[in-house]
Nanobody, 127 residues
Framework: QVQLAESGGGLVQAGGSLRLSCSAS????????MGWFRQSPGKEREFVAA????????YYADSVKGRFTISKGNVQNSVALQMNNLNVEDTAVYYC????????????????????WGQGTQVTVSS
């Protein structure tokens, strides 16, 4: 069974940066892409960013465009999320997810697109 493991979360002051990483193990089928979602207390889990594996094309939620960058990691089957100019509203548990489905456009932001999810890593931004 495929497993995803996130790392890099922590506490940072507003305006600061963090870099999250997600590594996948035990791949049993080709992945079409990987993404990041986040969930704050009392809120729905929301899409943050995704990357199409073969082309490297990336997709972002409007709330993070220009501040966050998703990229394929240096380690095979890994993905990173560079988060700059963080604000208090970015505080959440961040989840990595992977999909084996051909995905286009708004499909990247849908929970059901993704087959596998990580356990999440906490990001806390203080004012």
């Amino acid at each position: 069974q495929v497993q995803l493991a996130e790392s890099g979360g922590g506490l940072v002051q507003a305006g600061g940066s963090l870099r999250l990483s997600c590594s996948a193990s035990r791949f049993t089928f080709p992945y079409y892409g990987m993404g990041w979602f986040r969930q704050s207390p009392g809120k729905e889990r929301e899409f943050v960013a995704a990357v199409r594996w073969r082309s490297g094309s990336s997709y972002y939620a409007d709330s993070v465009k220009g501040r966050f960058t998703i990229s394929k990691g240096n380690v095979q089957n890994s993905v990173a999320l560079q988060m700059n100019n963080l604000n208090v509203e970015d505080t959440a548990v961040y989840y990595c997810a992977a999909t084996s489905r051909s995905t286009y456009g708004s499909g990247w932001s849908l929970h059901d697109t993704y087959d596998t999810w990580g356990q999440g890593t906490q990001v806390t931004v203080s004012s």
